[in-house]
C-alpha cells in the first residue's frame, strides 16, 4: 500500500514539495525579480504523488492487465480487482488517515484515474466515481458522525455509486422526478435512477431525490443509502464500451432512509451535484487521457516491428507525422488536466479549466484510439490486441459527466462574461 509505504522523512519532503509546489502555483505578486519562484513544469509531481503513479502502475500491468479481455467479453469486473484497489489504498485517496485514507492531493487521485485507464477505462472509471464523486461528497459535505460512519467503509472494503440522472433527466439533471417523502424521522424514496457506474458491485449511494417539488430544483436533496435498504437493480446495461464497468437502472420502491442521512442539509443537494461534478470532470479528462496513451502505446511500437515494402511501416513519413501529431495532441490534453487539477488543489477557479479539460480529452480519446487501430492495420480491427476495446471505450468521454456539448455550453459562458463589453 502507497500510503504505507510512505515513511515519515519521505511524508516530510512530499508535504514541504507539496508546499513548494502551491507557492509556485499561486496567484501571488512578487515584489523583486528574484522572488520569483522558478516555475516547474505541470508535470512536475510530489514525492508521494510519485509514489501514487508508480504503485498504480504496477498495479495495472500486473493484476488489471491479465483480466482486461476476458472482463470486456463477459462485461463484468472481476471481484479480485475491486478487492486489489481496497487493498492498494486507492479507494480513499484523499479522505484523511483518521478515516483510512491515503490523504493525499486531488492531482494524486487524478493520476490514479490516468494510470489505471491506460490499462483499462472501466477499472478506471470505478475508481474515479468512488473517489472524486462518492468520497468527495462525503469528505465536503458530510457532518463529522457522517463522515466517521461512512469514510472507513468507502475507503477498505464498500464500493459507491453516484445516483443523478434519470430516464427523463440527463444533461438537465434537475429535472429528475424522483422523490423523498417525509415520514416521521425517516424519508420514503420513490422513483427510478438511471446509467448508474458501479451499482451492481456497490453497497453505498448517494442518492438525489426532490424532498418538495413545489420548490423545483431547491427541493433536490442529497441521501445516503445502502443496497439492503430496498435498492433494487432493475436493470444491467449491455454498452459499446467500458463494459466491465456496471451500468445499472436503480428502482427505488418506498426506500426507507433515517433523516439523519441526508448530506448537506435539506434541498441543498443541486449545489452538491453542481459542485462535484465540476471537479469529477477532470477525473473524466484523466481517464480520456490516459485512454489515449494507452492506445498510443500499445499501437506505435507495432509499427516499428511490422515491416512492408522492405521497411517498418512506422518509418514511413507519413505515419511518423501522424504519430507526432497524435503525440502531441496528449501532451496538450495532459497539460489541461494537470493544470485543472492542481488549480482544484491549489483553490483556484478552476470550472472552466476543468471544462476544457473533458471537453479536449474526450476528443482526443476518440482521434487517438481510432488512429491507433489504422496504425495496427487488419490487426487492430481484430480483438486480439486490445487497441479496438480503448476506441469503443472512448466514445463515453463525450457523454458521462456532462456531455461534450454541456461541457462546451460552460466555457461559451466563460467567455461571454469575460469578453461581453
Ligand atoms: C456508461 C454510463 C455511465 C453513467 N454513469 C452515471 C452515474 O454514475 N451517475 C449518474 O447520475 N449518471 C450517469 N450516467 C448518465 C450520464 O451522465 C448522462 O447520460 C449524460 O449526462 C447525458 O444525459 P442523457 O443521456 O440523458 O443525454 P441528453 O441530455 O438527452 O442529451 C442528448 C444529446 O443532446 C445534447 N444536449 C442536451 N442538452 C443540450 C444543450 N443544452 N445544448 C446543446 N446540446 C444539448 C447532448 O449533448 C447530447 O448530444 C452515465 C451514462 C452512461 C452512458
Known sequence: MFRNALSRSSRAVASRSSINAA???SATRYRRSEDVPKLASLDVFTEEEEMIRETVRRFAAEVVQPKVREMDEKEQMDPSIIQGLFEQGLMGIETSAEYGGSESSFTAAIIAIEELAKVDPSVSVMCDVHNTLVNTVLRTYGTEEQKAKWLPLLSSEKLGSFCLSEPASGSD?????????KDGDDYILNGTKMWITNSYEADIFLIFANIDPSKGYKGITCFIATKDMGIEIAKKEQKLGIRASSTCTLNFDGVRIPKANIIGGEGKGYKIAIEILNEGRIGIAAQMLGLAQGAFNLSVPYTYTRTQFGQPVGHFQGMGFQFAEAATEIEAARLLTYNAARRK???LPFVKEAAMAKWYSSQVAQSVSG??????????FTRETGVEKF???????AIYE??????LQTI??????EYTP
Open 23 to 25: 507557492r509556485t502555483f
Open 173 to 181: 439533471a434537475f429535472a429528475l422526478q424522483t422523490k423523498a417523502q
Open 345 to 347: 488543489d491549489n483553490g
Open 371 to 380: 488512429q491507433a487501430i489504422e496504425w495496427m492495420g487488419g490487426l487492430g
Open 391 to 397: 476506441w469503443r471505450d472512448s466514445k463515453i468521454g
Open 402 to 407: 456532462g456531455t461534450s456539448n454541456i461541457q
Open 412 to 417: 461559451a459562458r466563460f467567455i461571454q462574461k
